[in-house]
């Protein structure tokens, strides 16, 4: 009988087995708690963010809070000018003219990667203050893409090196003031979040420990399909990181669970949440 294989062992060979499943190019950066580096795959390529250049918009908003310089309780007006399509619910509605707290514009920006929600942001931080806020931070190629009017941009580029850092200063309280950390984490932890990649094949409860933001767009390369964020051991503390991004997919008008790239998101978070079960 062979011996066990090590948690280290069994993600590489999930990341590798399923990664060449899905096609495409993958780049990504993975550690666990006591391991250190578990994949570490072309990390610092300049990726199209798409979604989860969210984290790093939210990020900029709640360091203007910690300042002092911005409050969560703020209202924020949503007329139809700001109504984006694709994700998120406020373009559902018939009618707008909601008085949107940024707390609540926030949640919407990370629970349900509402895209109207990054208007709205724009007009609390405009784009050269997100991108300056990143850069004091030392994050030196996260950045939003401006346009001409300031409150507006597009979500721009970052690298798996630098969203999986922003994600470990994030879960080690190193990022921004306790309370706008444990805000953060705990919308990116919630039930009514992304479930189709890396929690896909999870219980309620291991679902619950995992804090994860998913990024999905085409290109003339074909289909994006990102997922970044942090799993919690049982008791409580931050066990693995994750910054996973793969674009020239297949499959560009599927972004369901049963997307190739987000099948293999769905197989290596079963392995990395098992190897966090005993940290």
């Not at 707390?103 to 007009?123: E, F, I, K, Q, W």
């Not at 669970?257 to 190897?275: F, I, K, Q, V």
Request: hydrophobic share 45%.
């Amino acid at each position: 009988m062979s011996a066990k294989l090590s948690p280290v062992t069994r993600i590489r060979r999930a990341y590798s087995r399923h990664t060449a499943r899905a096609g495409g190019d993958w780049h990504g950066l993975v550690t666990l708690a006591g391991h250190g580096v578990v994949v570490e795959d072309d990390a610092d390529r300049l990726v199209k963010a798409y979604s989860i250049q969210k984290l790093a918009i939210a990020v900029a908003v709640l360091d203007k809070v910690d300042r002092g310089e911005l409050d969560l309780a703020r209202r924020v007006r949503l007329a139809a000018g700001d109504v984006l399509g694709g994700s998120g619910t406020y373009h559902l509605q018939p009618v707008h003219g909601d008085e949107l707290t940024v707390a609540g514009v926030l949640t919407a920006l990370l629970l349900v990667s509402d895209n109207t929600a990054v208007r709205l942001c724009g007009r609390l931080v405009p784009a050269a203050e997100i991108n300056a806020t990143l850069a004091a931070k030392g994050f030196a190629r996260t950045r939003v893409e401006p346009a001409a009017d300031p409150a507006r941009f597009w979500l721009g580029d970052t690298t798996p090196r630098e969203t999986h850092d922003l994600l470990s200063r994030l879960a080690g309280g190193t990022l921004l003031a306790p309370a706008s950390g444990a805000f953060l984490l705990g919308v990116l932890r919630a039930a009514a979040g992304h479930h189709d990649g890396v929690r896909r094949d999870l219980t309620s409860a291991q679902r619950a420990r995992v804090a994860t933001k998913h990024g999905a767009d085409r290109d003339e390369r074909g289909a994006a399909r990102h997922e970044a964020g942090v799993m919690f051991a049982p008791g409580g503390a931050p066990a693995l990181v994750y910054s996973l991004f793969a674009d020239g997919l297949g499959h560009a008008e599927d972004y369901a669970g049963t997307h190739p790239a987000n099948l293999a998101y769905a197989a290596l978070g079963r392995s990395m949440l098992d190897a966090t079960e005993c940290c």
